[in-house]
């Protein structure tokens, strides 16, 4: 579902529901030490559109959820809290482990999208990224990742539906939208989220989110080895240790914005 760019629909509330995509992690730090993030952004731009006050937004993700915890800890809050514009990302932290039940995945991910739909509001869901064209070694992740993909695009012929597809669109194969895990947007890939988000909405373009960047300077294999190698010390190995011991990143922490309340403070 998309919006005609000259009827687009005014909302005064907003929930973000998710993991570590939709917290913003990797973005531009916020006064209270907390990452902006691509719905931050969102937020900001209808809270322009409302009368002084009007708006409010709340943002229940967390890093490292899985879709299962996703549903149990934050779905039925989202309900609860009645707002009329909601985004769902979910799944993806479940497809980058191994022997991903996917049938289970997009079970959740339809269920969370029903509960949501039936509370009344616009359903904002997206589709993942291509990370092979970016990252070695994610080859497998694709057949999940293509399979997903579909699901969503079903979930979008719904009414009050939007799919944000991010998979189509080759900028994101471009590292500097990337933060150095390469697993997390950069602020840059925050901002195109933003507005891809906002024009799947019906908002005018504010630029065009799909737009290559302009050619990077040439980098040296001696500087691509040691930049992999930092990687797979300060990022690749931690997280393999937390799949072994059965931790996530996001274990004990709160929502960064756990209440509807007016926005921008």
Not at 45 to 73: H, S, T, W
């Amino acid at each position: 579902m998309s919006y005609p760019a000259d009827t687009p629909v005014s909302y005064r509330s907003m929930v973000a529901v998710g993991d570590s995509f939709t917290e913003g992690m990797c973005d531009e730090l916020l006064p209270d030490g907390q990452f902006r993030g691509w719905a931050d952004r969102v937020a900001a731009r209808l809270a322009a559109e409302a009368a002084p006050g009007e708006f409010r937004y709340a943002n229940l993700a967390v890093r490292g959820k899985l879709i299962g915890q996703i549903c149990a800890e934050q779905v039925g809050e989202a309900v609860a809290l009645g707002a009329e514009l909601v985004t769902l990302a979910g799944g993806l932290n479940d497809v980058l482990r191994p022997g991903c039940d996917i049938a289970d995945v997009e079970a959740k991910l339809g269920a969370a999208a029903e509960q949501l739909l039936a509370a009344g509001g616009t359903v904002v869901l997206f589709t993942s990224t291509d990370p092979t064209r970016r990252m070695a070694g994610s080859a497998r992740l694709l057949p999940a990742i293509l399979r997903m993909k579909e699901f969503v695009e079903g979930l979008g012929t719904r009414p009050r539906v939007a799919v944000v597809d991010l998979f189509s669109a080759d900028c994101f194969d471009d590292r500097r939208l990337w933060a150095e895990d390469r697993l997390h947007l950069s602020p840059e890939g925050h901002r195109r989220v933003a507005e891809a988000v906002l024009q799947a909405l019906g908002r005018p373009a504010v630029f065009d989110w799909r737009a290559p960047l302009p050619p990077a300077a040439p980098v040296g294999r001696g500087v691509k080895l040691r930049a992999d190698l930092r990687w797979l010390r300060i990022h690749v190995g931690p997280w393999l240790l937390r799949r072994i011991t059965g931790k996530s990143s996001g274990d004990g922490r709160p929502p960064k914005r756990p209440a509807l309340e007016r926005f921008p403070i």
